[in-house]
């Protein structure tokens, strides 16, 4: 392919080169040779990847070329305005008692962290201060088993990524309270924010994570986080990721899971807020008899780009993976799911199931769904479903039987619909609230 | 396990039509460049508009080709050298004068050919009453029943034939369904189509009998790149049938045939296809690369077309037979079987455009994958803004009859319409242990009882073909799972 480069024309891509090249010093890597040949070889990764174009088939039904192009503001390490206690109350989930950390603008704020009465080993921090502080963890889990090889969004986020949190969970340890993690974003600048977090749950130990994004400004800002899950053997986590960012705050979350043998991994991708969002969330088995739990909601409303992007590895025998994924379209709003099942040679006695089930409310809304399985073993049970439709009119009738006026009925069948996914949240308190977060924006 | 070495035996099993006829054989010379259109032009006494059609094809077609790295069609699940399209020679014809009033001017050997596949053409005009235009090659070498379909006002012929007498009918309908800006292999096909099928059936009429042709791609080194073109007129009714065995080579044949179906108000076409060509020996060598773009319009309102698909041959199959449904109440159906062993590569599907209100369509697809072949199901369901109270419906089945082959589903749903219901459910398993026991604890063998599970699940299929074809459909089906002459 011959293409006519004009001095005029710069890719996107370039000006993530020059940026790195302008922070590659001390500002990204300290004194860490590890890190600034880890950083060196992503980056270099990330330069002949380049961003998905318009033929990419896993980016088909959303043109990420197109946002990336606008000039957002570069910067690792982004002005961390001040908070008080009384503004982040706003972004409590109301009775969960848990461990409180605090990202702004993707950089951990210790001030604001509730980290104390940790168990004995746990680790709770910042990423930046797990590098200094626990180096031989951070050298051993991070950007271990990230695959930025093929992805360039994973490998530009290894480039630049400075901070985020780092928890780690030691053998045999139960984190009983859960964790949550507030990720906001408070500037007045376009930013691109890049934060980083790494999860890692020892053999036998068991943890419940609840990351929720939030967006405290109307300048258009872009955010390309990376999370890496390590499970052990035997390892419990369970993963709740909310969206509620503004109308301005597009990004892509990548969640890369690995787990162990006899590994238990849950996830939960929440998407209510945000302008153009993509959710990546890829699943490894790396041990027989792991399992893995894939949920999903999603709410689009106004403009708003939801985008659900699976993997599901399977790579050895015996494991057991099962998906569901739900999502509502209103107003002009476009919703994608791209779940992919992988059941790789010898991979036998695979247990997979996959499912998607969408309802679009208007006219201008849209929904595009794509269910694969790409299966090269026999002995295996495989099954997925995708379904697009609208609500029930015999419910609906039922119920204004009742006595409900439609308004009402038509909440009720939608909140119905969004709970075989809300229901299956772990964490009590974080159910309640996004059943009534739910039940609020249908008016139930 | 028991059955292993049955299902290894299956996946090995040698193509069971493997002969040449010997029957000279008028060939242009490899290559492709404006003269060779000409020459194919030339040769089958076309008139200019034809020929400029061709050229218009012919150019688009190279600047694909200039552009190579970025044209051709990549995003299937298929893994094949890539082919060189200058290496191929686009015409061949048999030698002998090719019209024929009756069988006993047929050169022999073909019919010899025939029989040998078990296409007994003389039987099947007498007790079938089905009208055979059976294709050699690329010109048309024997025409039957056209009294009878001629009695009520259908016209069914090769498209030689058709450029020449309706030429007011091809011009308009001719490329309307797959243009030849469509893709890469449309493109092709539309610069340097040989033959085909025509057909047209008029206002009100019903079809008496199944049209069949059965296609034979029988010259060293010649592609084969057929043309088809199904006119269904207002309330109108048609079957379909076609049908394909070749012989056994070292060489990679390119087959890239294009068809197209117009259904107008009230009318239904039924296309049903059994496709077994080379599929390779059982190292992978050699084998037909079937590139098909297959595709039907549903005009006008009420009106319907249903694909039905038997596929067990072709080294690669690259075929999305699909259906329009633009007229209101319009009804698009896709049933397919495809069989894939020894080292074939099948990536097959359909695409449903919904744009008119109330239509309906329904998919049903099952895979079977043996030895070391892939097996992909890959489909759209688009529901246009336009098309209110659209419903679709999607089951694929995949079978793994082995470990070293992969059986994959890849289909898209894009729906922008609210009032849209569209179901899609896949399923992979393998013939189950206990399934195979039990028929055996009935004192069934552990070949028979596969034959009959495989036979179970595709059953839903193959009830959808004509009698005729059903019948050689589950013969074939056996055949090629049973590995040996039968």
């Known amino acids: 392919m011959t293409t006519t480069l004009t001095a005029t024309t710069t890719r996107p891509e370039d000006r993530f080169l020059h940026a790195f090249e302008a922070y590659a010093g001390e500002v990204l890597n300290g004194t860490s040779e590890h890190l600034a040949t880890l950083r060196r070889k992503a980056i270099e990764r990330f330069g002949v990847l380049g961003f998905p174009g318009r033929k990419s088939e896993a980016w088909k039904y959303t043109p990420i070329a197109k946002v990336l192009q606008h000039p957002y503001r570069i910067d690792p390490m982004p002005t961390v305005p001040a908070l008080t206690e009384q503004t982040l109350a706003g972004y409590a989930i109301p009775e969960l008692d848990a461990y409180r950390v605090v990202l702004v603008n993707g950089r951990f704020v210790p001030e604001l962290s509730t980290t104390s009465d940790l168990p004995e080993g746990v680790v709770l921090t910042g990423l930046e201060a797990a590098a200094r502080r626990h180096a ?108 509620l960012e503004g109308e301005a705050a597009s990004g892509i979350f990548s ?7 006899g590994a238990c991994y849950t996830n939960g991708t929440l998407t209510l807020g945000g302008a153009l969002v993509r959710n990546n969330v890829s699943v490894r088995f790396d041990d027989q008899e792991g399992e893995a739990h894939l949920y999903g909601f999603f709410l689009g409303r106004g403009s708003m780009h939801i985008d659900n992007h699976t993997m599901i590895d399977h790579a050895v025998p015996n494991c057991v993976s099962n998906e569901l994924y739900k999502g509502i379209l209103d107003d002009e709003a476009t919703g994608v799911f791209n779940g992919k099942v992988l059941v790789r040679p010898h991979a036998q006695q695979t247990n997979a199931y996959q499912s998607n089930k969408s309802i679009v409310l208007t006219r201008e809304a849209r929904m595009y769904s794509k269910p694969e399985l790409e299966i090269y073993a026999d002995d295996v049970r495989c099954t997925h479903g995708a379904a697009i439709g609208q609500l029930d009119e015999d419910g609906i009738f039922y119920l204004r039987t009742r006595g409900l006026t439609l308004q009402k009925a038509r909440a009720m069948m939608l909140l119905a619909f969004a709970r075989d996914v809300l229901d299956q949240i772990t964490v009590e308190p974080l159910r309640a609230y996004l059943d009534e977060l739910v039940a609020g924006r249908f008016g139930a | ?123 099947q005009m007498r007790l079938a009453g089905v009208a055979v235009d059976a294709v050699m090659d690329s010109v048309s070498v024997a025409t039957t029943f056209k009294e009878e379909l001629a009695k009520h006002g259908i016209i069914f012929c090769s498209m030689g034939e058709a450029i020449e007498n309706y030429p007011e009918l091809v011009k308009k309908y001719l490329g309307s369904v797959v243009p030849y800006t469509d893709n890469f292999f449309a493109a092709l096909n539309s610069a340097v189509f040989s033959d085909g099928s025509f057909v047209y059936v008029p206002k009100g ?65 039924k296309y049903s296809t059994v496709q077994n060509w080379y599929p390779g020996d059982a190292e992978g060598k050699g084998g037909v690369y079937n590139f098909v773009t297959k595709r039907g319009i549903c005009l006008g309102e009420n009106s319907k077309i249903s694909w039905t698909q038997l596929e067990t041959g072709s080294a690669i199959t690259w075929k999305y037979p699909s259906v329009i449904l633009k007229g209101d109440n319009s009804v698009g159906e896709f049933y397919s079987v495809a069989f894939t062993k020894g080292y074939q590569q099948a990536d097959t599907g359909t695409k449903m455009i ?37 419903r679709n419906f999607s089951q694929c089945d995949s079978m793994l009859l082995g470990d070293k082959c992969g059986a994959h589903t890849f289909p898209y749903l894009e729906i922008e319409n609210p009032t849209a219901q569209v179901e899609h459910e896949a399923t992979t398993s393998k013939i189950g242990e206990d399934q195979i026991f039990y028929c055996q604890q ?44 039968g």
């Open chain 1, 255 to 261: 969640t890369q899971a690995y787990l162990e043998g």
């Open chain 1, 136 to 243: 031989d963890l951070f050298e051993k889990y991070f950007a271990h088993y990230l695959d930025f090889e093929n992805e360039p969004f994973l490998a530009l986020n290894t480039a630049f990524a400075r901070d985020g949190f780092f928890l780690y969970v030691p053998e045999g340890t139960v984190l009983e309270r859960p964790v949550h993690v507030l990720h906001l974003i408070d500037t007045d600048e376009e930013l691109f924010l890049q934060p980083r977090n790494v999860v890692v749950a020892a053999p036998g130990a068991s943890l419940k994570l609840v990351t929720s994004g939030h967006s405290r400004t109307a300048q258009r800002t872009f955010t390309n986080g990376v999370t890496e899950v390590f499970a052990g053997q035997g390892a419990e986590v369970h993963q709740y990721d909310l969206r």
């Open chain 2, 205 to 269: 009429v019903r079809c008496p009998m199944e049209l069949s042709t059965y296609f034979r791609i029988n010259t060293a080194g010649t592609g084969q790149f057929e043309r088809t073109l199904i006119i269904a007129d207002e309330g109108s009714y048609v079957s379909y049938l076609e049908g394909c065995t070749a012989p056994m080579r070292d060489e990679h044949q390119l087959h890239a045939a294009v068809v197209e179906l117009i259904a107008l108000k009230d009318a239904e076409i």
């Open chain 2, 354 to 390: 919904h744009l008119g209100r109330n239509t309906r369509s329904t998919i049903i697809s099952k895979g079977i994958a043996a030895g070391y072949s892939n097996n992909s199901y890959r489909g759209l369901v688009k529901v246009a803004r336009t098309a209110d109270n659209a």
């Open chain 2, 1 to 123: 396990m028991s059955d292993t070495a049955y299902l290894q035996q299956i996946a090995q099993s040698d193509y069971k039509y493997g002969f040449e006829t010997d029957i000279e054989v008028e060939k242009a010379p490899p290559g492709l460049s404006e003269e060779v259109i000409h020459y194919i032009s030339d040769r089958r006494g076309e008139p200019d508009w034809m020929r400029e059609w061709r050229l218009r094809a012919f150019r688009y077609f190279m600047s694909l080709l200039e552009r190579y790295e970025e044209t051709y069609p990549r995003w299937a699940h298929l893994k094949y050298p890539d082919i060189d399209f200058q290496a191929i020679s686009y015409y061949a014809a048999p030698q002998r004068k090719p019209r024929y009033k009756s069988l006993d001017e047929v050169d022999p050997k073909i019919l010899e050919t025939f029989r040998k596949l078990g296409i007994p053409l003389d039987e």
């Open chain 2, 442 to 485: 009935r004192g069934l063998s552990e070949e028979t009882a596969i034959k009959l599970i495989v036979n179970g699940f595709c059953k839903e299929v193959l009830a959808q073909l004509p009698m005729e074809f059903a019948m050689e459909a589950q013969k074939l089906l056996a055949i090629e799972l049973e590995g040996s002459v």
